[in-house]
């Protein structure tokens, strides 16, 4: 398709953060060096027929001994914020403090100091899905005494990071560790129970959230004057037929069970979301259980929950359509006590991962439920990206189109894009990549070379606006370094 003079002309305020992400496993290597202990994605990958092509996060973009190249690329996009991720099996190498290792302590600083000396503000996520293998093996997340082993190794980081490190997200995507992980068993740790331990692991991660954010405050918020938060996740969901109530519950029920399951305890009342109580109640009794399977928060734990994020911190990439279905009442699951069933919408352009098609303009609503439901909280979108195959090096039109139609849809206090480098996209390996830059993952030295939606990116950044002059698009030479 042809990029048009169709975006409307305007300028963000003077202190929006553009920034661009990146995960641990995902862009580090390294994966095995200086004392570094497995991740429980170490011992996944390592296993064969699990990612596509047999490909791991071994090596990835080699950011561990290439930092200094990712600090050049950063600097040269005049991006604001870098969201990257720590490896706790960098720092701590069997999952507890007593294992401490110097060498991840000091990777870390360098890249940090290297994003303060350039006037990059650092957005560290905590928690970014590669767990500690020895603590997989007392079963991860599905054990309460992780949340206290999350806030030793939380504290430490505060300790340790907090006196430049201002911006923390505890977990990324809530929603795909319990529910991806522990109910359809597709990512690590691998578990297929859907009807009870997505439940069980959200209230473990809801509760170490809770307590992480408790230590912040109690401990380093006073001298250090940070934020800390959550990246949660969600589709927007349209309903099938707006003039039909039970449609419109529908879509309502699908935002309650994915963004509603972390957000509703953190933003509203402590609690889960009453479409969630109700629903999954409802479904238990039927199925003769003598409690729901959904667990219940005390009073007290409820008012340790409430309020726990200082903004609100979103990752999005797709819009769907939510259809009112009653399934079978057989099959314990958290994907059947919703009543509903999801469809792309019609007006969606395909990516490369074909279950997130692009449609900016869902983006929109779903900003506006949030602030609606939740009472206008600050917005930081930590993700958005589109996915491209990697046959495809530096001319990237789809790139180029998402952007500009996603970033003319945002009215927030940030904008994190998914990804500075193409990188390790977990199951699907080097298939696919959604970064600005492309790699080669052919050659030991990983050269970067940017492409030219970081051309665009660059160009929005340095006018801070939501649209550019055609001219940007037409002149853009992908292989010149202009910034």
Known sequence: FLIKDFYHYGTFPDDFQWGVSSSSYQVEGGWDADGKGPSMWDTFTHTPGTVLNGDTGDVACDSYNRFEEDLYMLRALKVKAYRLSLSWPRLFPNGYRASLNMKGVDYYNRLIDGLIAYNI?????????????????????????MIDIFNDYCDFCFQTFGDRVKFWMTFN??????????????????????????????????????????????????????????????????????????????????????????AHPIFKNGDYPDAMKWQVGNKSELQGLAESRLPTFTEEEKAYIHGTADVFCL?????????????????????????????????????????????????????????????????????????????????????????????????????????????????????????????????????????????????????????????????????????
């Open 121 to 145: 503000t650092p957005m560290v996520t905590l928690y970014h899905w590669d767990l500690p293998q020895t603590l997989q093996d007392i079963n991860g997340w599905d054990n309460v005494d």
């Open 315 to 483: 990752n999005s990439y797709t819009t769907r359509m939510a259809r009112h279905v009653i399934p079978r009442l057989s099959t314990q699951s958290y994907e059947y006590d919703q009543d509903l069933t999801v469809q792309d919408v019609s007006d969606s352009h395909a990516t490369a991962k074909k279950e997130l098609r692009a449609a900016a303009w869902g983006l929109r609503r779903l900003l506006n439920w949030i602030k609606e439901e939740y009472g206008n909280p600050e917005i930081y979108i930590t993700e958005n990206g589109v996915s491209t195959d990697t046959s495809k090096t530096v001319d990237d039109p789809d790139r180029i189109f998402f952007l500009k139609t996603y970033i003319d849809e945002v009215r927030l206090k940030g904008y994190t894009a998914w990804s500075l480098l193409d990188s390790f996209e977990w199951l699907s390996g080097y298939s696919v990549g959604f970064g600005l830059h492309h790699i080669d993952f052919t050659h030991p030295d990983r050269p970067r070379t940017p492409k030219r939606s970081a051309h665009l990116y660059h160009q929005i950044i340095r006018q801070n606006a939501r649209s550019q002059a055609k001219s940007v698009l037409t002149s853009l030479n992908p292989r010149l370094i202009t910034y």
């Open 173 to 262: 995507e809530p929603y795909a560790i319990a529910w991806v992980g522990y109910g359809l068993g597709e990512l690590p740790p691998n578990v297929k129970s859907p009807g009870d331990a997505p439940y069980r692991v959200a209230h473990n991660l809801l509760k170490a959230h809770a307590k992480a954010y408790h230590t912040y405050d109690e401990k380093y918020r006073k001298t250090q004057q940070g934020l800390v938060s959550i990246s949660v996740s969600s589709e927007w969901f349209e309903p099938l037929d707006v003039n039909i109530p039970r449609e419109v519950a529908a879509a309502d029920r699908a935002l309650q069970f994915q963004l509603g399951w972390f």
